[in-house]
């Protein structure tokens, strides 16, 4: 397809050449859905995905069953998918629990997910920001302890649904926070999608000077149309790993009005464009993009996934 054979293109001095890719749909995208997803289908889902090129792939959850119903087969899904080498299958952690029944199922990276909002960390996790890190501790030094990956993963660093604007202070504080905890990758995330690129652009730059930029990554939902326009700004001052989620899936459920992640399609769509190197096949990524939407039977979120597959039939 013509569109997506330029990388032949010059790139700007300040673009990586090469980006990693964290998808997130089989866990942030399908945790938002209200009906019942069939494990089959998760494990399907992962199975597609990881055909493509990816190299990590957040699979599960081992949050309470209590507060995300649908994450409760994490373990089932851990032990049925196929396990490709060279593939990081990560799983979200909330406390020692969780972490335990991560190693069961022989997780290779454990997410622990805190906040640089207090009022998010309250709705998310039932705790405050410091409470949070003494939990996080425990289950960081087990982590590493079991000789797995740990990432840690902030919500709201450019905004909070309850409490509106955060500072970058808070941000970083929560940056430090994970990194004395030994984190071999953060996350920022803009949950609710309201950041903007030059906001993007200070924040990632500001954090960088706390923790270093090859080892940070941005999560980005789509709400407000921003997440591609994002990352080109966090791009530009260095950063090279982003979370996306195939066709678009997702929400959080503790962020109302929240929309998915940045879809994965289109950040390959991008990527491409720009002649930065992934290692995925966008053909295989819209494939299972078409796959999870007529599974759920709801539209693609994806732009580039609905073109692609429009144009292919
Ligand atoms: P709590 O109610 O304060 O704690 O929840 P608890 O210890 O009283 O536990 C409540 C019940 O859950 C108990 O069961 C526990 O045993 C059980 P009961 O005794 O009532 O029968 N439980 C567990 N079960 C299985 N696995 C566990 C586990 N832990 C407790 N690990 C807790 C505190 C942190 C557990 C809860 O608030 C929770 O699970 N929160 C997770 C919420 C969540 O998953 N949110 C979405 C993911 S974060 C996200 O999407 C943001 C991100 O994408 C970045 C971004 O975009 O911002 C990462
Ligand atoms: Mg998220």
Redesign the pocket.
């Known amino acids: 397809m013509d569109e997506i054979q330029m990388a032949d293109l010059p790139r700007g001095a300040a673009l990586p050449g090469q980006v990693k890719i964290v998808e997130?749909g089989p866990?942030?995208g399908l945790?938002a859905e209200k009906d019942e997803v069939p494990t089959d289908i998760k494990i399907e889902l992962v199975n597609r995905l990881s055909g493509s090129g990816l190299s990590n792939i957040e699979a599960a959850?081992?949050?309470?069953?209590?507060?995300?119903p649908q994450?409760?087969d994490g373990a089932r899904v851990m032990t049925a998918i196929e396990r490709r080498p060279g593939v990081t299958y990560s799983a979200?952690?909330?406390?020692?629990?969780?972490?335990e029944?991560a190693l069961e199922s022989k997780v290779d990276e454990a997410?622990i997910?805190g906040?640089a909002s207090e009022a998010?960390s309250q709705r998310?996790?039932?705790?405050s920001i410091a409470e949070a890190s003494d939990?996080f501790s425990l289950v960081a030094r087990a982590a590493k302890d079991a000789g797995i990956r740990l990432r840690g993963?902030?919500?709201?660093?450019f905004g909070c649904p309850y409490q509106g604007a955060v500072s970058q202070d808070s941000v970083l504080d929560a940056v430090r926070r994970f990194a004395d905890l030994g984190c071999d990758e953060i996350?920022l995330?803009?949950?609710i999608g309201v950041g903007t690129a030059m906001q993007v652009a200070s924040v990632v730059e500001e954090a960088a000077r706390v923790f270093p930029m090859e080892r940070l990554s941005g999560?980005f939902?789509d709400t407000y149309g921003q997440a591609l326009a994002n990352i080109f700004a966090a791009m530009q001052v260095g950063m090279n790993i982003f979370?996306s989620s195939v066709a678009g899936l997702g929400g959080?459920?503790?962020?109302k009005g929240?929309t998915g992640?940045v879809a994965t399609e289109d950040v390959l769509y991008l990527l491409n464009g720009l002649g930065i190197e992934t290692g995925i096949d966008i053909h295989t990524i819209v494939a299972a993009g078409d796959f999870i939407s007529r599974a759920l039977g709801k539209p693609n979120g994806s732009r580039v996934g609905r073109a692609l597959l429009a144009k292919a039939t």
Do not use: E
């Open positions: 997130v866990r942030d945790q959850s081992f949050v309470s069953p209590k507060w995300v994450m409760a979200l952690v909330p406390n020692q629990r969780g972490l029944s997410v997910f906040a998010f998310n996790i039932n705790c939990r993963s902030i919500s709201c660093c996350d995330a803009d949950t999560h939902h979370h959080c459920p503790y962020a929240a992640n």
